[in-house]
Structures are given as structure tokens and as C-alpha cells.
């Protein structure tokens, strides 16, 4: 089974919208799919199934002790720890922390940072992958960018939704 932690120690980053749409995608590609949440707002839809060929984890944006837990066993699994960050300074000032606590629970090789709610050529866009390089801890970005779409704020699931969160699993599971 292929686990996908959806993590940020901050909120409104995308994670419960990255992790809905991805079990939907992922259903809707045939694979079986479980869903479960250590984030108290359940924002994302739960499902319970013990034949998963994938689980997702919604998470709450904080070191909580369920996400600890998380992330402590992401370590010896098949894993990947999905974090989605948006291009504003607030989402900047919190990586060293993220990064060392990720450094510290030994998964920092299984994080994969995607930035969300941007522009694919924007300036902003670039100078924040510039700034992860030169932070010199080895990480690493996703090329694929979330898009701002009414549909994800809408929750509508489009053949554009679709299509760009296929696109976003194709990069991840390679």
C-alpha cells in the first residue's frame, strides 16, 4: 500500500483539497482508496477500506501527536509526505522549522514540496523554488503547480480538476 500524508504546519495551504481530490482521481483511475484525518475540521471525505491500494491522510497544519505519529511511521513505509505551500512570506518563514522537524523524524527524503494557489510562470512562483534550492537542505519540488480554480474552491469536480490533479498524481507516484 502506496501512503500519501498530506502535511503543512500551516492551514490553508491546500492539503484537504490536494488529498480530496486526489482519492477521487484515484478512484475514479480504479485503485482502491482510503482516506483518514488528523485534522479536527474534517474537511475532507473519510473512507474506510481495508483492500486500499493507496491511503491518504488529511492532516491538521501543526505538529499534533497524531501527526507526529504519522510521520514517525512514514519512515519505515511506503511512503510520501506531500507538502503543498503557497508563494506568501508567512509560508517561507515557517520551512526551517518544517524542514528540521522533518530532518529529525528521518522522512525529509520522502517530502516533496508543491506550491498551490498560484500562477504556473509567475515571478513569485519562481523566486520561491529559487529560495528552496539555495536553502541548500535538499529538497525537493513538484514542477506541477496548483492552479487557483473556482472549481476546487467550489468543490466541483470538473474535467479541468480532473485533468490537473491527474497530472499532479502522474508526477508524485513516478
Known amino acids: 500500500m502506496q501512503h500519501l500524508i498530506f502535511f503543512n504546519t500551516k492551514g490553508g495551504s491546500g492539503k484537504s483539497t490536494l488529498c480530496e481530490y486526489s482519492a477521487m482521481e ?24 481495508d483492500a486500499a491500494d493507496f491511503c491518504l491522510y488529511d492532516t491538521a497544519g501543526a505538529f499534533t501527536h497524531e501527526n507526529v505519529k504519522l510521520l514517525r ?61 539555495a536553502a541548500g537542505l535538499g529538497l525537493l519540488t513538484l514542477i506541477w503547480v496548483m492552479p487557483v480554480l473556482d472549481d476546487f474552491t467550489e468543490m466541483r469536480q470538473s474535467a479541468r480538476t480532473r485533468n490537473v490533479i491527474s497530472t499532479f498524481l502522474k508526477e508524485v507516484l513516478k
Not at 483511475?29 to 474534517?42: A, P, R
Not at 511512503?79 to 523524524?105: A, C, H, Q, R, W
Open 73 to 133: 511511521a512514514a519512515r519505515d513505509a511506503n511512503s510520501l509526505i506531500i507538502v503543498p505551500m503557497n508563494t506568501g512570506k508567512n509560508d517561507l518563514k515557517e520551512l526551517p522549522f518544517l524542514v528540521s522537524k522533518l530532518v529529525e523524524y528521518q522522512v525529509r527524503e520522502k517530502t516533496r514540496f508543491v506550491f498551490t494557489k498560484t500562477r504556473t510562470k509567475g515571478r513569485i512562483l519562481e523566486s520561491r523554488r529559487e529560495t528552496l534550492v
Open 26 to 49: 484515484l478512484q475514479r483511475l480504479g485503485h482502491n482508496v482510503s482516506v483518514e484525518n488528523t485534522d479536527q475540521q474534517q474537511h475532507v471525505t473519510l473512507i474506510q477500506n
